[in-house]
C-alpha cells in the first residue's frame, strides 16, 4: 500500500514562511510526478504545484509563481513545498499526491492516484 506522510504545516504570520515535506513509502518511484493541492474551508481543492521525478520539470499555479519552489529527493522518496511570503489566502490543507500510471498533465485532480492525509496550513494577517 503506497503512503504519503506529510510534514510541516501550520501557523504563520502573513510574509513569513514554510516549507512542507512529503514522504512516499511501499513502492517504487513507477509514476511520472508528484503534486501538491490545496482547499481552504468551504471551496474546491485546487492544484498548486507538480514536479516529475525524472527530469524535476515544474508546473505552478498563477497564484503562487516567484513565492513557493517544489523540490523532490529521489534518494529520500521525498518531495518538498517551499513557501515563501505567505498571504492569508493561502490558508487551506495542502495535499500531496502521487499521479497515476499514464498520467502526465498533473495540473488535474483526476491525474493522481494516491493522497496523502494533509497538512493544515494557517496565515494569520
Known amino acids: 500500500q503506497v503512503q504519503l506522510v506529510e510534514s510541516g504545516g501550520g501557523l504563520v504570520q502573513a510574509g513569513g514562511s514554510l516549507r512542507l515535506s512529503c514522504a512516499a513509502s511501499?513502492?517504487?518511484?513507477?509514476?511520472?510526478?508528484m503534486g501538491w493541492f490545496r482547499r481552504a474551508p468551504g471551496k474546491e481543492r485546487e492544484f498548486v504545484t507538480a514536479?516529475?521525478?525524472?527530469?524535476?520539470?515544474?508546473a505552478y499555479a498563477d497564484s503562487v509563481k516567484g513565492r513557493f519552489t517544489i523540490s523532490r529527493d529521489n534518494t529520500k522518496n521525498t518531495v518538498y513545498l517551499q513557501m515563501n511570503s505567505l498571504k492569508a489566502e493561502d490558508t487551506a490543507v495542502y495535499y500531496c499526491?502521487?499521479?497515476?500510471?499514464?498520467?502526465?498533465?498533473?495540473?488535474?485532480?483526476?491525474?493522481?492516484?494516491?493522497w496523502g492525509q494533509g497538512t493544515q496550513v494557517t496565515v494569520s494577517s
Open positions: 499526491a502521487e499521479s497515476g500510471r499514464g498520467r502526465y498533465r498533473l495540473i488535474v485532480t483526476t491525474d493522481y492516484d494516491y
Open positions: 511501499g513502492r517504487t518511484f513507477s509514476s511520472f510526478g
Open positions: 514536479i516529475t521525478w525524472s527530469g524535476g520539470s515544474t
